[in-house]
């Protein structure tokens, strides 16, 4: 069975740290764009942050620019977010998810370019 597995959330007070993670299993996602996205309450999921199949490209919503950095181990088919300086309104579910092609060249961050999704894992920065 595919299986994409957040970890690593938790509360945290603002200007804290948190690392999250996402470890697949079932299959390698060497050759997937991979994702974190975000839903708060009331809200819509957005795109955090991507990272390319090799690791060579990253996209990072303005929101987070210089605060949060991705990452990829091919190795432990692990994908990472190190969230720095957190804030309040950094509080939500966060999603690790894999796009649905293999090697696509141009970072994609739309919801539907996603087709496999971890069960999130919930940050709640207090302030």
């Known amino acids: 069975q595919v299986q994409l597995v957040e970890s690593g959330g938790g509360l945290v007070q603002a200007g804290g740290s948190l690392r999250l993670s996402c470890a697949a299993s079932?299959?390698?996602?060497?050759?997937?764009?991979m994702a974190w996205f975000r839903q708060a309450p009331g809200k819509e999921r957005e795109s955090v942050s991507v990272?390319?199949?090799?690791?060579?490209?990253?996209y990072y919503a303005d929101d987070v620019k210089g605060r949060f950095t991705i990452s990829r181990d091919g190795a432990k088919n692990t994908v990472y977010l190190q969230m720095n300086s957190l804030k309040p309104e950094d509080t939500a579910v966060y999603y690790c998810?894999?796009?649905?092609?293999?090697?696509?060249?141009?970072?994609?961050?739309?919801?539907?370019?996603?087709?496999?999704w971890g069960q999130g894992t919930q940050v709640t920065v207090s302030s």
């Open positions: 990272i390319s199949w090799n690791g060579g490209s990253t």
């Open positions: 998810a894999a796009d649905r092609l293999f090697a696509r060249r141009v970072i994609a961050t739309g919801l539907s370019d996603f087709n496999s």
């Open positions: 079932g299959r390698t996602y060497s050759l997937n764009n």
